[in-house]
């Protein structure tokens, strides 16, 4: 059974970036098409950035597409977000979810399975 662990949040200056990370165990990250997404105190959980099984095509929300990106490593079984320029807006527990699928979305009630989160604060 897939399990997602997200890792790589923390406190950040505005500006600052991050890589965050979502390892899969369990099964093979190849076989699920993988999304991040963020949710903010008191907001509703807001989509990011997907990509296809097999990574052979990614989205990412258009406000994002030049702070964002999304990546996959196969031999490590895991997929990354790149965030830059990161502002306080940002601040919020980023998750990782997959779903049995070959396209993606970014509509979150399409994903099964869900890590337990990794925190990012940005703030001076």
């Known amino acids: 059974q897939l399990q997602l662990v997200e890792s790589g949040g923390g406190l950040v200056q505005p500006g600052g970036s991050l890589t965050l990370s979502c390892v899969a165990s369990?099964?093979?990250?190849?076989?699920?098409?993988i999304g991040w997404f963020r949710q903010a105190p008191g907001r509703e959980r807001e989509g990011l950035s997907c990509?296809?099984?097999?990574?052979?095509?990614?989205d990412t929300t258009d406000s994002l597409k030049n702070r964002f990106i999304i990546s996959r490593d196969k031999d490590m079984n895991t997929v990354y977000l790149q965030t830059s320029d990161l502002q306080p807006e940002d601040t919020a527990v980023y998750y990782c979810?997959?779903?049995?699928?070959?396209?993606?979305?970014?509509?979150?009630?399409?994903?099964?399975?869900w890590g337990q989160g990794t925190q990012v604060t940005v703030s001076a």
């Open positions: 990509v296809s099984n097999q990574g052979s095509m990614t």
């Open positions: 979810a997959a779903r049995t699928s070959l396209f993606c979305t970014m509509d979150d009630s399409r994903f099964s399975t």
């Open positions: 369990g099964d093979s990250v190849d076989r699920f098409a």
